[in-house]
């Protein structure tokens, strides 16, 4: 009998993968990531209990495996770091590449697993012994632009059981089964930061983020005041306290000189952006005569792309169209039809 190493987070999506798996006649070992810390202690108790339950109700093994370190060096400092210098970090995006994948796939050793299952919206497909990363052919729920950091080994040992499904289907199934969290929410909040307050999060844990500072246009002039670069974001309209009497945006953040700068809608736009920190899921390397597509965050369009390796080990990605707030820090993901074919930082 395969083994199978499921990451049960005690949500709907983890809890159907292990109860699929276990009727496909799996050995299926459940681990729950202890992420806890003061920061984010009673988010993490409650997810650990509905894991536990989950595990009873379906008669599999549970084991809490502690990745406080790991997640705090590697997630959450780089969290703040990144909106410390203007940017727009994406945490889910650190934690996939180095809590859910990397480590939970080093797990398979210590518990003689065959495999390892999660519950994210995603398919494979395997051709001439390579795996490919595919969207989920659930659009409305597809994870994959998350999950663009994966390696090769990791993705040959993955198995994502609701991959394909509709969520209403996946309730349905948790429902018939009886199993306990079947009506539970889903998540929609940053894990560590509690009531999805960020703002306060990083005013709490950073002391450089809150300062006051002033509002500019891109010519220099002085158009008000700002509480904290924390509270901006490329692309932003509300909330901005500037009277122009037309609509200004932010266009840039500038952490160095504590300034946010203010334009039109039009400076938003561009065609270029530059990424760092590249994966090739499948591929040794780009093909720069191809037209991929490439969304510039998760719930943006897919855009037709060229790309071009840099000699600085960087990317430039081409659009055909204009992006709008093309943002540092948040990942830039490439396509290929229903694969997925890669993706980077976006650096520029």
């Known amino acids: 009998m395969k083994r199978v190493l499921i990451a049960l987070s005690g949500g709907v999506d983890s809890s159907v993968s292990a109860y699929l798996l276990k009727k496909q006649g799996y050995d299926v070992v459940a681990i729950t990531f202890n992420l806890c810390d003061d920061i984010i202690k009673d988010n993490y108790t409650k997810m650990i209990e509905d894991a536990k339950r989950v595990s009873d109700f379906l008669g599999i093994e549970h084991h809490v495996v502690d990745y406080k370190e790991d997640f705090k060096e590697k997630v959450i400092e780089p969290f703040i770091r990144e909106y410390e210098l203007g940017h727009t970090p994406n945490p889910c995006i650190f ?10 796939h080093d797990e398979m050793k210590n518990f003689d697993a065959d495999f390892i299952a999660t519950g994210h919206y995603v398919e494979k497909y395997e051709e001439n012994g390579i795996h490919y990363l595919e969207k989920s052919s659930n659009i409305r729920k597809d994870q994959s632009y998350f999950l663009y950091n994966i390696k090769q080994n990791q993705l040959k040992d993955a198995i994502f059981p609701v991959g394909a499904m509709d969520k209403d289907k996946t309730r349905a199934i948790a429902k018939e089964a009886g199993i306990p969290v079947y009506n539970k929410k889903d998540s929609q909040e940053i894990c560590f930061i509690a009531n999805d307050d960020y703002k306060a999060f990083l005013n709490k844990y950073s ?7 002033l509002i500019k246009d891109k010519s220099g002039k002085v158009l008000g005041e700002h509480d904290g670069i924390r509270n901006y974001t490329i692309g932003q309209r509300r909330g901005l306290n500037v009277a122009l009497g037309q609509r200004a945006f932010v266009t840039k953040i500038d952490p160095i000189h504590n300034e946010i700068i203010l334009g039109p809608e039009e400076d938003l736009f561009k065609k270029t952006a530059i990424i760092k920190d590249v994966n090739w899921i499948s591929i040794d390397e780009i093909d720069e005569d191809k037209v991929y597509t490439a969304k510039v965050r998760y719930r943006s369009n897919d855009e037709k792309a060229k790309i071009k390796k840099n000699e600085d080990g960087t990317y430039t990605v081409t659009f055909e169209e204009p992006q709008r707030a093309i943002t540092l820090s948040q990942s830039l993901v490439v396509y290929d039809g229903r694969t997925v074919v890669g993706g980077g930082v976006i650096l520029d």
Request: hydrophobic share 25%; charged share 40%.
């Open 95 to 104: 934690c996939n590449k180095n809590i859910k994948f990397k480590r939970f």
């Open 207 to 213: 002391e450089n983020i809150s300062k006051k500072g």
